[in-house]
């Protein structure tokens, strides 16, 4: 029997950074994956292929859109669906691969099959040719992720009415999609398709989309789709999901109890996403899991079981590959000893929808409730020359400091390249620097990241350009 310092159950973002970083600190490990790729939901049926085709739909929808304004005129301009899918499955072979290749340069030892406790320190692995592996390790870190959620009374056929997964691998271009739930998934895959030509209707419980964000940016994004031809259904709840052949009915009660009726092609069934547990043999270590499935542990990540660490999609917190990475990481060096530390309020949030959307640090709904003082200050996308000159006018950055000390709270963008800009928000919070800070640090022109200068410029009633 194999004997190890370290195994990981689960080779997503968590887990891989977590196995790549135990052997840094000088620790035998072993990595144990299910599927026969590595990367997990993130690089096989999330976050990497979905990008692929944000990206791919971005080109024909600006071919189509804007080139014309930019004196680029094209014609005959076709989708060829096959593809930009196939090209989606080659980014992420090759972002796979490259899992591969970081495996076997630290020398972590790979498992494919399906790993399940025996007890806290003996591990099963079922591989394809129903052979089964034991290992033995000192520590074991759980890192299996997540599955998506769905509604009790909607049966999810994956031909028809569908999750995530099978919308990243759809035979032809839906023409009327219905996406229950307003959240990020939804919202990404949403704009994929809409660009492509799909009717889109977005039904959300809730009174606004990306629920949980600023209401700025909750606003601004759903003005900004609905400008592209996203339809929004708010403060709607679905009732049932029937279907007839190729067409998919769904009937969700409006805010006054009025039912509305729904009819698509396919239906996109994006309520969430829950931790992936089952036969784990949880109760083989007496590993503690939450009502909501969720692993119980402690602020170091280790569950009741001493020995055993949960990160990623399985504990709670949000639900993000970064996130997950940094838990990795994190577990690794408490493991080897060290005492590293995580601030979960300075982990980003980013829908990659056009405009982009990124948010770091507290809302201003939070502040509020908190009774906390502050001040704000906001700037507009369209007041940038680098905005113009690219087209991208929607959006804008909001700016929260403490009203006494000047320290930033919380950053809220919308806007195009929100998702990288939100790191200059995120360091700068990391060291606790206040809006005059960043309001007296020179920022290149002309780009997009003078907008974040301006709003904490703005937080002084002194913004430059508006």
């Known amino acids: 029997m194999s ?19 135990c052997a840094q600190l000088g620790l035998k490990t072993a990595i144990i994956e299910k599927y026969t790729t590595l990367g997990g939901t993130c690089l096989n049926v999330g976050c990497i292929p979905s990008k692929a085709l944000l990206d791919s739909s971005h080109h024909y929808y600006d071919a189509t859109k804007h080139f014309a304004t930019h004196g680029i005129d094209v014609k005959g301009l076709e989708i060829n669906f096959n593809q930009m899918i196939s090209r989606k499955n080659e980014v992420v072979a090759q972002t796979s691969g490259g899992i591969n ?13 399906f790993g399940s406790f025996v007890d806290a320190t003996h591990i099963n692995i079922s591989k394809a040719d129903d052979s089964i592996e034991q290992i033995e390790a ?18 999810l056929d994956k031909k028809r009415v569908i999750t995530s997964t099978e919308a990243l691998s759809l035979k032809e271009i839906p023409k009327h999609l219905i996406i229950i739930g307003g959240g990020v998934i ?68 409006n805010k006054k109890g009025v039912p509305t009726e729904f009819k698509g092609d396919y239906t996109l069934v994006s309520v ?11 109760e083989n270590t007496g590993v503690k899991v939450t009502e909501r ?17 949960a990160i990623g999609d399985v504990v709670k917190g949000a639900m993000l ?11 690794a060096e408490l493991i080897a000893g060290q005492k590293p530390h995580i601030d979960y309020n300075l982990i980003p949030g980013v829908v990659y929808t056009w405009p982009e959307v990124a948010a770091v640090g507290k809302t201003e709904e939070q502040l509020k409730e908190a009774g906390v003082n502050y001040k704000s200050g906001s700037f507009a996308m369209r007041a940038l020359g680098r905005a113009r000159a690219s087209m991208d006018t929607d959006g804008q950055v ?3 400091a403490d009203a006494e000390t000047d320290e930033i709270l919380g950053v809220h963008m919308i806007g195009a390249r929100a998702a990288d800009m939100i790191a200059e928000a995120v360091i700068a919070m990391e060291f606790r620097a206040s809006s005059e800070d960043i309001a007296r640090s020179s920022h290149a022109h002309p780009t997009f990241t003078e907008a974040f200068k301006e709003a904490c410029l703005a937080v002084h009633d002194r913004a430059l350009h508006s």
């Open 272 to 282: 969430g996403r829950k931790p992936y547990t089952l036969g784990l043999g949880l």
């Open 101 to 113: 290749f970081l495996m076997d340069k630290n020398k972590v030892d790979v498992f494919q099959g």
């Open 186 to 253: 939804g919202l990404e895959l949403g704009s994929v398709y809409s660009r492509l030509g799909s009717q889109v209707s977005v039904i959300e419980y809730m009174p606004t989309i990306i629920p949980g964000m600023d209401s700025m940016l909750s606003k601004e994004l759903q003005k900004s789709l609905k400008k592209q031809g996203i339809k929004f259904f708010t403060s709607h709840k679905v009732t049932s999901v029937v279907t007839k052949g190729k067409e998919v009915i769904v009937t969700a009660d």
């Open 293 to 309: 499935g969720q692993i119980e542990t402690n602020e170091h990540l280790q569950t009741n079981a001493s020995n055993i660490y």
């Open 138 to 155: 000192v520590k074991i870190i759980i890192a299996t992720g997540s599955k998506p959620a769905t509604l009790p009374f909607i049966k």
């Open 398 to 400: 909001k700016v929260l």
């Open 321 to 331: 590959a970064h996130k997950a990475e940094e838990e990795g990481t994190m577990v």
């Open 3 to 21: 004997k190890y310092d370290v195994a990981i159950i689960g080779s997503g973002p968590g887990g891989y950074v977590a196995a790549i970083r």
